[in-house]
């Protein structure tokens, strides 16, 4: 293999050495493929991970020894038409910019060159371990912040390793701004997890509450909501952005950006109005009626047309064709929630099919189930295996008590996004990370500073990600989907699907055997089942009466595993509270349109809504900073799949040929993006997917075209996301 020793590189080097070395390594395989070519075809079998979506699709893949020569779809899998971004992979598994060794670095943190040299596996745990055991010693466990980024498949570990290390600050990703901040609305409104579901045979009509699922969800939902189409079923979309979604709906509802706490106002008060709500439903399910239709009263059309640009009679006519029903809804997993008022915005779409009744409903949204002690918004996860109640009654510890007391009072996961501050204070000292990215955050630097500041801090990736890694003390080569075993995938609730890895390339391990075996040498090896990845997926199948190797055996096929059937109105059965009782999951039992849970915590009680940021003169264009495109996935397919970098090789913005035209703007023109906080550039779209006055953008670009500098570090109150879709920019063409 490669000769690589690795001493005495300097970042540089790395940059320019990990190619070319690991280059040697890849090709080694490759070579060493094709010099067996006698030997014949097999199939494999694993799960995309491209997306972070979750459920994930089945990857069929053909390989000769050890190397994967072609990728498919896995026809038996849930999840079975991959999309680009899942076929793109194997360039992403071969790409010569892998990390494929441990790495330390010799120079001090904050030189312009890291020194990273390669280490071995075993000093490398060691190092963490001691460094670990002693900030444990003493500052205490809590000390130390167990971070995962977007990735969902390292989570169930490195949550297990928080626990065991003894630290409750544990967060991921969907805690700084992703899934849990729609999650939290939809928790207080309903009890628990409810972010609604596709159209069945006997759904009527779909509401589209801010998801551009043609984009941004697998193939499956737009072959869904295409048929729906077909049939009839009346879909209105409620989309700032003319979307291919927004295409197909009978009524396309455009709200400005950060105003749709208004349109549900608006909506609900000609269901109450009109008597088309669901009296019988509300007097026995929901709490807090006449609080919100009250509310509700002051929001005529005219009104709701003056505040979000909806034009009256459309609010009128969506509110009348939805209320035929039966409806189901699908609710965005984040896009409402990137407002400094975005839980209340997103709460006040939910309330729509609340007081309908639309609720677990046969042709409406189902509540999700899944095998014994599953939790669905935290894939891969069971309660046992994370000890989910030490998690519990941990929270009034955390330290974003004072920050977000509602988030503290519902979410299980820390809320990391004052980490600048707890850096600052002493009161975080040590970082493990498992798939991060620091340009995640609004301002990313202060984010890098605190990284840096840490008295000790480990990650593990795909790749040296240099504005993530650069000040990190160790970085580990983290094992891909298709060289891991680990996690398993769980499908629809009760099938299970698992993977025949390749071995991986260089050192590269995957990351439940590093959680594991960091955690057998700071604790007892028995919690981290003998550093055994096997075992500890183990564990959850056993439980629902199946093994790995057994799933393995039925290969192709999945593995229908023990868990509850699927069925309607759970709501009266008492299948939805944690006491069993009939009713949701909330203080009062009921749904509630009036939070108890707000209440508590002196943050107003309906969602009220709130004028989002204005444009100035000076900022005259709102700019929605991370719509999603059908060939990026966040930072990731930038040059991890050079095929998908070719369709856009640098920041591309969508801007409305009215606002183009006024300021001299034409197609494939290069932009300056700008505020009081910073400036990015951009290559200009012309298009009328953009309203006027409102821009859309993807972000993750590095360097000059970072966008995250133009996003204030504010926070909405309920859940502490910033306001990435709520800021305001000019836009000029660049000289
Ligand atoms: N302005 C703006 N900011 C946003 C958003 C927005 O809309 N606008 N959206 C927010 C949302 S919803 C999200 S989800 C985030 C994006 O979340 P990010 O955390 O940026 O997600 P990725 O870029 O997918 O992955 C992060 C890192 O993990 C590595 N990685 C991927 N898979 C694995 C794995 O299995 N194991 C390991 N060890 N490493 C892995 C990748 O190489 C990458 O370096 O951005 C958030 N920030
Ligand atoms: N191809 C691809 N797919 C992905 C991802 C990816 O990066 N690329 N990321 C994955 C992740 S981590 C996530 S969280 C999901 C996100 O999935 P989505 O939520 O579907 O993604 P977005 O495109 O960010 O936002 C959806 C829509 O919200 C609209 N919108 C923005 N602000 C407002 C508002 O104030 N009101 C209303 N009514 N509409 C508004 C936007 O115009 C946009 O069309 O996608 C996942 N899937
Ligand atoms: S939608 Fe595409 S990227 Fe996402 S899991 Fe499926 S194939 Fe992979
Ligand atoms: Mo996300």
């Given at each position: 293999m490669s000769n690589q020793k690795g001493v005495g590189l300097t970042r540089r080097t790395i940059l320019k050495s990990i190619p070319a070395l690991s280059a040697v390594s890849a090709a080694g395989q490759f070579f060493t493929g094709s010099a067996q070519a006698q030997e014949g075809l097999e199939f494999g079998y694993t799960i995309c991970d491209n997306c972070n979506q979750m459920p994930m699709c089945g990857i069929r893949f053909q390989k000769q020894g050890n190397t994967v020569v072609s990728v498919g779809n896995w026809?038996?899998?849930?999840?079975k038409l991959l999309c680009n971004k899942g076929l793109a992979t194997l360039q992403r598994l071969y790409n010569?910019?892998?990390?494929?060794y441990p790495m330390k670095r010799?120079?001090?943190?904050?030189?312009?060159?890291?020194g990273f040299v390669r280490i071995s596996w075993e000093e490398a745990l060691a190092t963490i371990a001691s460094n670990l055991k002693a900030i444990k010693e003493k500052?205490?466990?809590?000390?130390i912040l167990v971070f995962c980024g977007d990735?969902?498949?390292p989570r169930p570990a490195a949550m297990r390793l928080a626990r065991y290390l003894g630290t409750y600050h544990y967060a991921t990703e969907s805690s700084v701004a992703c899934r849990k901040g729609s999650l939290l609305a939809e928790q207080l409104v309903y009890g628990s997890e409810y972010s609604g579901g596709g159209c069945g045979p006997k759904t009527k009509s779909y509401m589209v509450m801010a998801t551009n699922g043609a984009w941004s969800k697998p193939h499956g939902w737009w072959n869904m909501i295409n048929a729906a189409k077909k049939r009839g079923v009346n879909i209105i979309v409620i989309d700032s952005r003319r979307t291919k979604t927004a295409e197909l709906a009978t009524v396309h509802l455009q709200p400005r950006q950060g105003t749709d706490a208004a349109l549900g106002a608006g909506i609900c008060r000609v269901l109450f109005e009109e008597g088309l709500y669901n009296k019988e439903f509300c007097d026995k399910w929901v709490h807090g009626v006449e609080e919100y239709r009250n509310y509700c009263k002051d929001f005529t059309p005219e009104k709701t047309e003056e505040l979000t640009g909806v034009p009256a009679e459309l609010v009128v006519k969506a509110a009348r064709l939805y209320a035929q029903g039966p409806g189901s809804f699908a609710l965005t997993s984040q896009s409402l929630s990137h407002s400094t008022n975005g839980v209340n915005n997103a709460r006040a779409l939910l309330n729509i099919p609340a007081i309908l009744g639309f609720v677990d409903i046969p042709g409406g949204a189902l509540f999700g189930v899944g095998p014994k002690g599953y939790i669905v918004h935290d894939n891969g996860l069971t309660e046992d295996f994370v000890d989910y109640k030490w998690f519990k009654e941990h929270k009034k510890d955390r330290l974003d008590k004072d920050f977000v007391p509602v988030w503290n009072h519902t979410q299980?996961?820390?809320?990391?996004?004052q980490l600048p501050e707890h850096v600052k204070n002493g009161k975080i000292r040590a970082f493990c990370g498992?798939?991060?990215?620091?340009?995640?955050?609004?301002?990313?630097d202060q984010y890098a500073e605190a990284i840096k500041n840490m008295d000790f801090s480990f990650a593990t990736d795909y790749f040296y990600r240099d504005i993530s890694h650069?000040?990190?003390d160790i970085i580990l080569p983290a094992a891909m989907n298709f060289e891991r075993y680990a996690p398993f995938g769980n499908h629809g609730g009760n099938m299970v699907s698992v993977r025949t890895p390749t071995k991986p390339m260089g050192e590269a391990k995957e990351d439940w055997w590093i959680a594991l075996q960091i955690g057998c040498l700071v604790d007892d090896p028995k919690h981290f089942f003998d550093g055994d990845v096997l075992k500890a997926c183990d564990s959850m199948l056993k439980e629902w009466g199946t093994t790995y190797a057994d799933c393995q055996k039925n290969l192709p096929n999945m593995t229908k595993v023990e868990g509850p059937k699927q069925q309607p109105l759970k709501y009266e059965k008492g299948l939805l509270r944690h006491d069993g009782?009939?009713?949701?999951?909330?203080p009062t039992g009921k749904i509630e349109l009036s939070s108890s849970i707000t209440k508590m915590h002196n943050l107003g009680t309906i969602p009220i809504y709130v004028e989002p940021f204005q444009p100035t003169q000076e900022y005259p264009i709102k700019l929605i900073n991370g719509t999603r495109k059908p060939y990026i996935t966040h930072s990731k397919?930038?040059?991890?799949s050079p095929y998908l970098l070719e369709i856009e090789p640098m920041s591309t913005i969508d801007i409305n040929p009215k606002d183009a035209e006024a300021r001299g703007i034409k197609e494939g023109d290069k932009v300056l993006i700008k505020n009081q906080y910073g400036q990015a550039r951009a290559q200009a779209r012309v298009s009328i997917i953009a309203p006027p006055g409102t821009a859309g953008m993807q972000y993750g670009?590095?360097?000059?075209?970072?966008?995250?500098?133009?996003?204030?570090?504010?926070?909405?109150?309920?859940?502490?996301?910033?306001?990435y879709f709520e800021t305001t920019v000019q836009i000029t063409k660049e000289a």
């Open positions: 026809k038996e899998h849930n999840g010569p910019n892998r990390l494929l010799t120079n001090p943190k904050g030189s312009e060159d890291p500052y205490g466990p809590e000390k990735p969902k498949e299980v996961q820390f809320n990391p996004n498992f798939g991060y990215n620091v340009m995640i955050w609004p301002q990313p650069r000040d990190l009782q009939p009713g949701f999951d909330t397919t930038r040059t991890d670009w590095r360097g000059d075209q970072n966008s995250q500098v133009l996003i204030p570090r504010v926070w909405d109150k309920l859940s502490g996301y910033a306001p």
